[in-house]
């Protein structure tokens, strides 16, 4: 778990193939822990303030997890199977992680028509009190454009 | 509106409107106040503390976040809520909190305000957690961010809904959706931060009709949209229903107001 994350740079759309939309999809993640807000920024510099915001020009937008904190069953109820039987028809185990679509439209196209190719996305973990909290976790993020 | 008949042998019933809690006249809150402070006091399945409870603690926990249910879900809990405040007060319904305008005041007065005009306690202010619903023992009652403390990010701007609701595929909107429902939850805080204990909050049921209200509004621009057919069979537990039961709201007996005004007419003799 994270409070902060720095990608690697995401390869942009190619300024010849024009895209009506683009959005960042943030997959297998974690919301076992508190709820939180993610703030995401893309072609940010490096060393991004903590309290960076929508002010700042790499902010992209933010997604929020409504997470669930602590177990509240005995041992074992919060665990998520890692082996599903096929005839297994009960629905998901609460905790499976989940996909997050974030649409980064304008922040993509501003980094297109600025000449850049590559973008690095930064995201940042606040608390409900705007508190940094490591509750971050997701398997890989890919961005999507649409024509 | 009316809608067809139920049966053959029924006439067409009129739905009930759910609307705007920052725009309810005097009378339509204070039978909302009656309904909700009604149910609060009823101890078994038909009470506040029942319903709440459905969500999250005690065990199990129904809800269904980060999942293909999530709207379907929320549609036929608030659906069975309603349903037993009317059986406190016929006729009222679950108004919605409009969280994309009158950023200002934050909360509707409606359930920001502790005591009511005549200076009782606002039932739509708090309530009390049954113990089985307490994350510890010492929480008794729903508690919120407290007010004038900053909020950690603004609230959810049209422009953002508006996008949002632009969306065509009905899973890309859901989870879109379902994102920005997760930011008022942490922006409300307190007890409706947490799942758990989330729906103890009387606001929790002003936020859902807003979310229901929004994929509403997405129905009506994309006529047919929905679930794939593999999930409309798919019961809505604990809930007598199906997802495919929960798409059309004037089935389920309303519809989305921005406000109504009624004057009676002359009397059939």
């Not at chain 1, 303030?49 to 409504?66: I, K, L, N, Q």
Request: charged share 25%; hydrophobic share 35%.
């Amino acid at each position: 778990m994270v409070d902060r994350f720095r990608s690697k740079p995401l390869e942009l759309p190619d300024p010849e193939q024009p895209f009506a939309r683009a959005d960042l999809a943030f997959y297998d993640v974690d919301h076992s822990q508190g709820s939180f807000e993610v703030r995401v920024f893309l072609g940010a510099r490096r060393g991004l303030r903590r309290d960076a915001g929508t002010e700042d020009a790499a902010y992209a937008g933010s997604f929020f997890v409504f997470g669930h904190e602590r177990c509240h069953g005995e041992e074992g109820h919060c665990d998520v199977p890692t082996d599903r039987d096929p005839f297994d028809f009960r629905l998901p185990h609460h905790l499976e992680p989940g996909l997050q679509l974030l649409t980064v439209t304008d922040a993509v196209r501003r980094l297109v028509e600025a000449g850049k190719r590559k973008a690095p996305v930064d995201a940042l973990v606040l608390g409900p009190e705007g508190e940094a909290l490591k509750a971050l976790e997701f398997s890989h993020l890919r961005l999507l454009t649409y024509a | 509106m009316t809608v067809a008949p139920t049966s053959a042998r029924r006439a067409p019933v009129r739905v009930r409107h759910r609307r705007d809690a920052s725009r309810l006249s005097k009378g339509q809150l204070a039978e909302l106040r009656q309904a909700v402070s009604r149910a609060q006091k009823i101890g078994d399945d038909r009470g506040y503390q029942y319903w709440a409870g459905v969500h999250g603690l005690p065990l199990p926990r129904y809800c269904q976040h980060t999942s293909p249910l999530f709207l379907p879900w929320h549609r036929a809990y608030l659906y069975f809520f309603e349903k037993a405040l009317q059986d406190q007060v016929p006729g009222v319904t679950v108004p919605w909190w409009d969280w994309t305008s009158r950023h200002g005041q934050g909360l509707p007065p409606a359930y920001g305000r502790a005591k009511t005009p005549n200076g009782k306690p606002n039932p739509l202010a708090s309530s009390p957690i049954q113990p089985a619903g307490r994350r510890e023992a010492s929480e008794k009652r729903t508690w919120r961010r407290r007010r004038g403390s900053p909020a950690p990010f603004p609230l959810p701007s049209v422009d953002r809904v508006r996008e949002t609701l632009a969306n065509r595929d009905y899973f890309t909107f859901q989870n879109q959706l379902e994102s920005i429902h997760n930011g008022i939850h942490v922006w409300v805080g307190g007890t409706m931060g947490d799942p758990w204990t989330a729906a103890y909050d009387p606001v929790f049921w002003a936020h859902h009709c807003m979310v229901d209200r929004l994929w509403y509004l997405w129905q009506l621009d994309n006529p047919g949209a929905r679930l794939p057919e593999a999930y409309l069979d798919l019961a809505l537990p604990p809930f007598e229903m199906t997802v495919r039961e929960t798409l059309e709201v004037t089935a389920l007996g309303y519809d989305y107001a921005a406000g109504t005004a009624a004057v009676p007419g002359p009397s059939r003799g």
